[in-house]
Structure formats: C-alpha cells, structure tokens
Nanobody, 124 residues
Framework: QVQLVQSGGGLVQAGGSLRLSCAAS????????MGWFRQAPGKERDFVAA????????YYADTMKGRFTISRDNAKNTVYLQMNSLKAEDTAVYYC?????????????????WGQGTQVTVSS
C-alpha cells in the first residue's frame, strides 16, 4: 500500500518561511517524479514544483521561482518544499504527489499517488 504522509505547514506571517515534508512508503521512491500542488478555496489544484526521480532536475511554476525550492532525499524516501518570502496569496492546502516519468508535470491527473494535504496560511 502506497502512502505519502505530509508534515509541516501551519500559520506564518507574510515574508516568513515554512518547509513541507512528504514521506513515501510502499513504492520505489527513487523511480518516481515527485511534485507539489496547492489548492486554495474555490480554486483548482495548481502545480507548484516537481523534481525528477534522480533529483538532478527541478521544475517550478513561474510564480514560485526564486521563492520555493523542491528537494528530495532518496535515502529517506522524502521530498521537501522549502517556501521563503511567503505571501498571503500562497495560502492554500498543499499536496505532494508521485508520478512516473516527466511528461505533463503540471497536470494533476498524471500523478498516481497523493499525500493527505497540509494547510499553509500566510497572514498579511
């Protein structure tokens, strides 16, 4: 049984930082591309970032470039999202997800497994 268990998140002031973690089990973690998405109330689930199975390539939505950093530790089966310079508009539920390959990284329909989601609230 595949599980993606998220931790981190919470309430932070604008300009602050948070780190999200996502620990995977039940799959060959080093064979999967890992992604982060977010969903604000009443909005679609949006792509945030993704990282290749090897960790050698990363991909970001334009609005996150320079502020967010995705990384992974294949020895710990964990992917991270470091979020800096947070803004009120970053408030959302954040999800990690796993998919094979690198095709259509921004499409949530292409991801096979999902974490439970974690709330990030940025106060202005």
């Amino acid at each position: 049984q595949v599980q993606l268990v998220q931790s981190g998140g919470g309430l932070v002031q604008a300009g602050g930082s948070l780190r999200l973690s996502c620990a995977a089990s039940g799959l060959t973690f080093s064979a999967y591309t890992m992604g982060w998405f977010r969903q604000a109330p009443g909005k679609e689930r949006d792509f945030v970032a993704a990282i290749k199975w090897s960790g050698t390539s990363t991909y970001y939505a334009d609005t996150m470039k320079g502020r967010f950093t995705i990384s992974r530790d294949n020895a710990k089966n964990t992917v991270y999202l470091q979020m800096n310079s947070l803004k009120a508009e970053d408030t959302a539920v954040y999800y990690c997800a796993a998919k094979p390959g690198l095709v259509r990284l921004g499409d949530p329909e292409k991801y096979d497994y999902w974490g439970q989601g974690t709330q990030v609230t940025v106060s202005s």
